[in-house]
């Protein structure tokens, strides 16, 4: 069964509105969660590292102003594009990683489109 | 630098055996994924290794050497579902908790009649 899930799955937005994506951890518990971003036929690029109870790390060019993250629980994530305009527009995937399974678990993504 | 490489495309036959290579430089190691993505989907964890070798997983085997920063997916008795992206990862961390992970561009598997 699904290990990590997203809501919503796609979402479609006018340009300046704010979406929020969610992504919750079933069966295990999440201290870092990944926030990934692909663009069409392109590769997944790492966004920023969600740690619970504390700041996400972001990677090089991606406003932390722009997209919110917030892991407020261990099994929790969610990702907040802030003020959307169509470059936004991209699959969002979400990622943990389990000790216990020495695994990369990711959700089925949210299709964002912004118009 | 991190880079990642692996063939844009490949094209087989239904019934035949495929490998897709990845070469990988990265300023750390600590595993090796394939991952197999259809289009608009989410990728799915196909699989990991960690030391030199072959790991073997039903239809589906996976090699690494490290010392050549090199490892393939070997992908046997094709069917037409098997047409997707395979995407090459290095987790580039020592023991760390976070398992980042870097992808390649990923292998964009055409599999024919």
């Known amino acids: 069964g699904a290990v990590v899930s997203q809501h919503p799955s796609w979402v479609i937005c006018k340009s300046g509105t704010s979406v929020k994506i969610e992504c919750r951890s079933l069966?295990?518990?999440?201290?870092?969660m990944f926030w990934y971003r692909q663009f069409p036929k392109q590769s997944l690029m790492l966004m920023a590292t969600?740690?619970?109870?504390?700041?996400?790390?972001?990677e090089q060019g991606v406003e932390k102003d722009k997209f919110l993250i917030n892991h407020a629980s261990l099994t929790l994530s969610t990702l907040t594009v802030t003020s959307a305009h169509p470059e936004d527009s991209s699959f969002y995937i979400c990622?943990?990683?389990?000790?216990?399974?020495?695994?990369?678990?990711f959700g089925p993504g949210t299709r964002l489109t912004v118009l | 630098g991190q880079n990642i490489d692996q063939p844009t495309e490949m094209t087989a036959t239904e019934g035949a055996i495929v490998q897709i290579n990845c070469t990988y430089q990265?300023?750390?190691?600590?595993?090796l994924f394939w991952y197999q993505q259809h289009a608009g989907e989410a990728p799915t964890f196909l699989s990991y290794?960690?030391?030199?070798g072959l790991e073997e997983k039903g239809r589906f085997s996976s090699f690494l050497s490290r010392s050549k920063g090199y490892s393939y997916l070997l992908l046997k008795e094709l069917q037409m579902k098997d047409s997707a992206s395979y995407l090459c990862?290095?987790?580039?961390?020592?023991?760390?908790?976070?398992?980042?992970?870097?992808f390649g561009k990923g292998t964009k598997l055409s599999v024919k009649p």
């Open positions: 990265t300023s750390g190691f600590n595993g």
């Open positions: 990862a290095v987790r580039d961390d020592y023991g760390g908790s976070q398992g980042n992970l870097i």
């Open positions: 990622s943990l990683w389990t000790v216990q399974r020495n695994e990369q678990f």
């Open positions: 290794n960690v030391l030199d």
């Open positions: 969600s740690n619970e109870g504390s700041k996400a790390t972001y």
């Open positions: 069966d295990f518990q999440a201290t870092t």
